[in-house]
């Protein structure tokens, strides 16, 4: 059990029979009245987030959970197989808990899996990666100045965005959260 004072973002709470994660918190002491805590919480199976208020001094129950890095590895069905680092144990992880970004992940690219004892809980995916472009339409001398945007289909098949000077066999920087292209690298 924890008290209020103890919040701090990323702390994992079970809050209303779910695990949440404390994303913002703010102490506020108004001119009349008991202190309190304002909270905004994610929770971590749905991903869906909720404004809450505590009293100040409040208990809570602190969840704590292991991080452990882990290699994917590749698609079985529903399942991505990821590989435990340090035992090479393999686990068959549901491709739900991956989200939006698995669309950018490819084989051995290492994530980190959130266990709750032996329940997996969430998986954190990097949020940068780096993909070739498989196919693009060429990009014409003097496009580049319009800001206009094609698309290009990457490396994992997920297609996205880019400007129009991007080439088939460039590496490209994605962001996994919004899908969305970030910058050319070497």
Do not use: W
């Not at 001094?57 to 698609?75: F, I, M, N, P, W």
């Not at 800001?147 to 290009?152: F, V």
């Amino acid at each position: 059990m924890a008290a209020t004072s103890d919040f701090k973002n990323g702390l994992i709470i079970k809050f209303k029979n779910d695990l949440y994660t404390i994303t913002e918190f703010q102490h506020v002491k108004p001119g009349k009245g008991g202190a309190f805590v304002r909270t905004t919480l994610k929770s971590l199976r749905t991903g869906r987030v909720l404004d809450n208020t505590f009293r100040s001094g409040e208990s809570v129950d602190v969840v704590r959970v292991e991080r452990r890095k882990y290699q994917y590895l590749y698609r079985d069905g529903e399942f991505l197989v990821c590989m435990d680092n340090d035992t090479y144990e393999q686990i068959n992880v549901p491709e739900i808990l991956f989200g939006d970004g698995v669309n950018f992940l490819k084989e051995s690219e290492e994530v980190e899996i959130l266990f709750n004892g032996e329940e997996i809980i969430n998986v954190e995916i990097p949020v940068f990666v780096k993909l070739k472009v498989v196919s693009t339409e060429p990009g014409f001398k003097g496009d580049t100045a319009t800001g206009a945007l094609k698309p290009a289909t990457l490396e994992t098949g997920v297609s996205v965005n880019v400007p129009l000077f991007v080439n088939t066999d460039d590496m490209l920087k994605i962001d996994t959260r919004t899908g969305g292209y970030v910058e050319r690298v070497k």
